[in-house]
């Protein structure tokens, strides 16, 4: 029942069907390696401006005559010339199922020497070293793996040496080849290994002038310097031109590994309300009324209705709690159209919201943020080794420093750490981004710790559906977090009341008509709870000490950017 | 350096502190609960309209009148008063951290008998007995249980009977008492043991007169049927007031459940694709040209700029495979301004998105599909019976049919078998709604299954972006995938040369200036990919059975709805 393709096209599939080597002839492709390997230390770094010069040449030549076929660029014929070329575009079109077995870059090892594999990759390094041999540094995600070609009678010809350097960096290409084990450790690529390539297939060739190179784009302020020093120039690739070829910048190592510890934060964040009985929801971003009041919303037209974009799931998850569902999260965009071209603001955010019935204090909540964090940068620091390594070395940082059990201090503790440092602050305000940072550092000197929750703030510069503390309504059952001075959770206890509700919207200036569906939720017998909401991007900003914002969004929006 | 509650404030907390009873006096309460217990049996359907009309009276006495503190309806002073009452505001606005242990309803079991528990509760059915008696339900979530109480001396007084009773429907209390295992199974609730009260507290009285019963929305068209047979009047609950009224509606079994299984749904999703190498990713839903063509997008004003809401996370995810991350998840919002008014379409629902790197052939994105929703169906099957089965008793569906290993079935054969049926299809037309249904029924007599794939589309029906079959460009490398003969993802092989992507778009009609970041992604060397979209609400639809898309979305946005 199943299609599967002609037998007769599979005939044809020679191009790209690994043959059966004898085990005696890959044992002596491994002496070859050996002597390539020690030629790549000596050779390499003289012939590199060499090298540069005639790849350049040999991208010109390709830049426009891509070829349907395989290419052999040479006039005298060569026999081996099926091993390497261009993969025609119908072959990559679900022509076949050969059930070939893929080897992924970062599985290379050591244990598997004179093993034959097959490998997909992108030319991050072409490296011709003369006539008769080239290197080829493969790229698969954060790992990379050199590949040499030798040319070695009946196994690699000089055309296929030159159809190696013609490919233009980027370019994907599959590898055939043996591997080999070095004995100097390589410089330059992740794996310690090389593969004395047998066969080479182009399987899409990128344009020969990229925007910039991976290589620069991954470089780091210490190498910056050094080259400095030493009179080198080296490129330096700035912010816009990242973001605007955004798909390059992806490659580098660093944003792997940035957008590997994303991912990481919100599987410990399901995991862990998961398993303290949180149901995820999904929430409504069209909505009637504005969600939390303010200029700062999208607005758009909704068939004719005006519609927002909401500002975050506040008022729908709460309406979940009064359906019965007593501990909800929530991941998705937040939308912000504030005009803030800061570091740390965006007009499109990934909000990590929880809500959940509380049975008395909201401390509660305080409780469920405390473990959720301190989980979430034990998983992070024990498991993401790799990742963090990658960021620090392009983006040095220090790692964050939290206790077992996070501190809480009181919004007036905090103010007089402040006073007392100097700072004056006024008393029933918020504080302002200077003021956040000062109180890190005070906070981080005194409890040593990056990591803290402030508690009972003003309620005045509370949101509309904040609870007023019940011995004070000057103050409210809300809290902020910080991480390395930098506020990323605001959380608190809601109004559960719907009169009292309605009181403080009025009261704040919101228009209760937009959001009389959200007031009438609490009418028909609401419990108390409380909840707080987190930016995804910031959590790993902060916890991987980014510099901004747009390192940790995958395609940042902020006021002036809206591409790709 | 934690705040802890001012120790003088604990000591007005009598009110919501549990008093240690001793053994003895539990055990004598038992023989009550014997007791009450067969008179529930025997005595409750009897005084069934007596009692309604009692509580409806209760409810008007209360309607306005809701007290701040312990409520005392009798002139006689009770020196029991201190056991019930409304709990006042200030109490449940962080006053407090006792450390009380609260149980969950649907823990309460027989192993609990003689246990004095703590539980909070919605209490959906308040049923007075007699000036001595009263039964209330409370539920929490898909659970409820029997509290039971009887007036006893210095334990209950005829006062606490008359508060209870003036309870108002959905009312959230907080109930102390002993867990009793009556003799005969309880009907009308999940858990067979029942709680005799020992003090009632009210923390937030509902409206007294709710626009639904949640007994009334949970009815099953069994119950309407048998109650029309025998002469007896139900009220139905019709769709658009459940919907004004979602966080009511929401508190249903069924409800509960249906959102349980789609949590479920979403987590399967992430946990096999990340068990098979698979990153969650988030892209933007603020873009500048809309993602799949067509006139069905929202359109906003973005600080100047002209923008759209994502119709599908389709450019971005293809860009991430661009940059490097071989496979790629997202779960999110997709809209859609479609003026699709039917069982099936909304404007807002949430996408399942996959997108991978493939080797070879398309298939490979189909054995994903095919084995992460077998992984799927068998999970929610296995662990998921009492949700299947609240959602049966009110919406009867008969159990999804699928096959271990998924059938594959090209567009032409699929037309046909339609042939062969008598329906006439245009052969390279797309399959209208009762095609898709009938070819459905088809499949199900013919291969026993009700989910299948349909691969091998004609190239006119599908989206720009889709790379053509490599023998007949007619066709495309492309697929969906029907549930119960409803269409419910779309994948295919996308094509990953610029030029050709080009040339595709314009001839679709498609401004390439409005996407020509996507469209240099390819040009900076991509691999051969492919991927697929599934709605989150139309998986749970159609493998629960529901009859409208709106039962799965939490709160659904159509052409005519934005709220709440």
């Not at 792997?256 to 964040?269: P, R, T, Y």
Request: proline share 6%; aromatic share 8%; glycine share 6%.
């Amino acid at each position: 029942m199943e299609p599967e393709p002609n037998p007769n096209d599979m005939a044809s599939l020679s191009l790209t069907t690994p043959t059966p080597t004898p085990d005696g002839v890959e044992v002596e492709v491994e002496g070859d390696a050996g002597s390539s390997s020690s030629i790549s230390k000596s050779k390499a770094k003289k012939d590199a401006k060499k090298a540069e010069k005639a790849e350049k040449a040999a991208q010109r030549q390709q830049a426009r005559s891509r070829p349907a076929a395989v290419t052999s660029e040479s006039d005298e014929p060569d026999p081996l010339s099926s091993n390497y070329g261009d993969i025609p575009v119908e072959d990559i079109q679900s022509k076949f199922i050969t059930g070939r077995t893929w080897t992924g870059v970062k599985d290379l090892c050591a244990e598997m020497k004179d093993k034959r594999v097959l490998i997909r990759g992108a030319a991050q390094v072409i490296r011709p070293v003369s006539k008769k041999m080239a290197f080829l540094v493969l790229r698969q995600s954060m790992s990379t793996v050199q590949c040499v070609l030798v040319v070695s009678k009946d196994i690699v010809s000089p055309q296929m040496v030159r159809f190696a350097t013609s490919l233009s960096k980027e370019s994907i290409v599959d590898v055939e080849g043996v591997i080999s084990v070095p004995n100097d450790p390589i410089k330059g690529t992740t794996q310690q290994v090389e593969i004395q390539v047998r066969k080479l297939y182009c399987v899409n060739r990128a344009v020969p002038n990229l925007p910039f190179n991976i290589e620069d784009a991954s470089r780091s302020e210490t190498e910056f310097k050094k080259a400095e020093e030493s009179g080198e120039q080296l490129v330096r690739v700035g912010q816009d031109t990242r973001l605007n070829h955004r798909v390059l910048d992806l490659r580098t190592p660093a944003n792997h590994a940035i957008f590997g510890i994303q991912s990481q934060v919100e599987k410990v964040f399901r995991q862990f309300l998961e398993s303290e009985g949180f149901r995820g929801i999904h929430t409504p971003k069209l909505i009637a009324g504005s969600s939390e009041g303010g200029a700062a919303v999208f607005k758009l037209d909704y068939k004719g209705q005006p519609a927002c974009l909401a500002q975050s799931p506040q008022l729908h998850k709460q309406m979940t709690i009064c359906g019965g569902f007593g501990r909800v999260f929530e991941v998705g965009p937040v939308f912000r159209a504030e005009d803030s071209y800061t570091h740390r603001h965006l007009c499109e955010f990934v909000g990590l919201d929880v809500e959940m019935e509380i049975k008395e204090h909201y401390f509660e909540v305080c409780d469920i943020v405390d473990r959720l964090f301190v989980a979430m940068f034990n998983h992070l620091n024990k498991n993401c080794s790799k990742e963090l390594e990658s960021i620090n070395r392009q983006y040095p940082f220090q790692p964050l420093k939290y206790l077992p059990e996070t501190l809480r201090l009181t919004y007036d503790e905090g103010i007089q750490m402040l006073k007392e440092a100097g700072v004056e602050i006024e008393p029933m305000g918020d504080l302002n981004t200077e003021a956040e940072k000062k109180l890190g550092k005070l906070v981080s000197d005194k409890y040593n710790t990056d990591f803290y929750i402030l508690t009972r703030y003003p309620l005045g510069i509370r949101p509309f559906y904040t609870m007023p503390c019940y011995d004070d309504p000057a103050y409210s059952n809300s809290f902020d977090v910080f991480i390395r001075g930098e506020e990323i959770i605001s959380g608190a206890q809601r109004i559960h009341l719907p009169d009292l509700l309605t009181e403080r919207a009025e009261k704040c200036g919101i228009d209760v008509n937009t959001i009389s569906s959200y007031i009438d939720s609490f009418k028909y017998g609401a419990p108390p709870h409380g909840g707080f909401g987190v930016g995804l991007e910031r959590v790993v900003m902060l916890f991987c000490g980014l510099n901004n914002i747009r390192k940790s969004s995958l395609f940042p929006r902020d006021p002036q950017r809206l591409t790709p």
